[in-house]
């Protein structure tokens, strides 16, 4: 039952959750201490968007290609800036490649990014953006809404001013409701992931578990030490176990506070006002992403249990095995991903086909796109599967 449950939720924290929640507060903090500063300095330079985004997807695990989601979303940066992360990134099963090989590690990073950086920029050089019409329709909006709170000024005290009502895809919480007070700003500080009082608490300990589970993970997951000499030394109880799974359940009493949305999904949590806000926002993120990492690990174990499948009864060799690499990629999370390199490290799959499959997957980062934008997130993820076909198909050349 430790396997089968208890397992894949504690290295759903301890090798996904604890990375991305560490990159997540570093950029978190820095969106804090800097504001739109960095992003602004993109949008007022788009060519170095794509360049941009391979260099944060290219980083080891899936926090620097997630950090740019959100910002797409509202308009910061282009869409090849998306494609560019979504291409480069190996998500985290790179950490699974480096703790093997560090030398092979180097060398698909850098294809990664090369084939990222190229696809990035044709994007935008054809002007592709699944976007632009939903933003186009959401900035009418919000010139509407604009106009109303300018003229609410002139009401008398306490009178309510009817507003628009709310637009699928917009980001006005506070036109939601179809009427907007003059304290309409509390509909915002109230929405989900920014809720005062037991998120707030529940951060802190997600923050307080975070701490030592790091201390713990980085060594376990890159073998430098023992599990068991570490249990032994505390009396029996597995730090590893009993952390991952702690972590976990918190991620899961956040992400259900939070009532399953992506904390960076609106104009009013974009920019945190504090320094503890900021934590708060990211530990919000981070929670997002390891309860689905969690679902992922514990649907995988459930069916590799129970049917016996570990993968390795597909084929995997020549150009057969650079399409199942790059159509496994296209299955959104990191689950899955880490199994299948997995294979590659024991043995089990060339080279191509773990290309093919790195250039192909999204990691994930294609699960807060998906909760912003579907569209924007379909198409991201095909896009990136026509490079990984071509490369992987170039690459089985060159060294056949």
């Not at 597995?238 to 939070?258: K, M």
């Amino acid at each position: 039952m430790i396997e089968l449950l208890a397992r894949p939720l504690a290295d759903a924290f301890m090798q996904v959750g604890v990375y991305v929640a560490v990159m997540v507060a570093l950029f978190g903090w820095l969106r804090w201490r800097y504001g739109d500063r960095v992003t602004d300095h993109l949008t007022r330079r788009p060519r170095l968007g794509p360049l941009v985004g391979a260099l944060l997807g290219v980083s080891p695990g899936c926090g620097g290609a997630i950090i740019l989601m959100p910002l797409y979303a509202r308009g910061k940066v282009s869409f090849g800036t998306v494609v560019a992360a979504l291409a480069a990134t190996m998500g985290d099963s790179s950490w699974v490649v480096i703790a093997a090989d560090p030398v092979i590690a180097l060398k698909i990073h850098a294809l990664l990014f090369a084939v990222g950086l190229a696809t990035g920029y044709t994007v935008d050089l054809l002007g592709v953006d699944p976007a632009t019409a939903v933003r186009t329709r959401t900035g009418r909006w919000t010139r509407r809404v604009a106009a109303a709170r300018a003229s609410e000024a002139s009401l008398p005290a306490g009178a309510v001013r009817p507003y628009p009502a709310a637009r699928a895809g917009t980001d006005d919480r506070a036109g939601a409701a179809g009427t907007c007070p003059a304290s309409a700003t509390l509909a915002v500080a109230l929405a989900p992931g920014a809720v005062p009082g037991r998120p707030v608490r529940m951060s802190l300990v997600f923050w307080g578990l975070t701490m030592p589970a790091f201390l713990v993970s980085v060594p376990v997951v890159f073998h430098a030490v023992d599990p068991q000499r570490l249990s032994g030394a505390l009396g029996g109880i597995d730090p590893y176990l009993a952390l991952g799974c702690c972590g976990t359940l918190v991620a899961l009493l956040i992400f259900a506070a939070g009532r399953g949305r992506f904390a960076d999904d609106t104009v009013a949590t974009a920019t945190p006002a504090s320094r503890r806000d900021a934590m708060r926002h990211s530990a919000h993120e981070a929670s997002f992403i390891t309860v689905w990492v969690a679902a992922a690990y514990l649907g995988w174990q459930v069916l590799s249990t129970t049917t016996g499948f570990d993968g390795s009864q597909v084929a995997f060799a020549g150009m057969v095995g650079v399409l199942v690499g790059a159509l496994i990629g296209l299955i959104p999370g990191c689950a899955v991903q880490i199994v299948f390199t997995g294979i590659f490290v024991s043995g089990g799959l060339p080279v191509t086909t773990l290309v093919a499959n790195a250039i192909s997957q999204d990691g994930d980062a294609l699960i807060p796109l998906a909760a912003l934008r579907r569209r924007a997130a379909a198409t991201a993820t095909v896009i990136t599967t026509i490079p990984a076909i071509l490369v992987g198909l170039a690459l089985l050349a060159l060294l056949g």
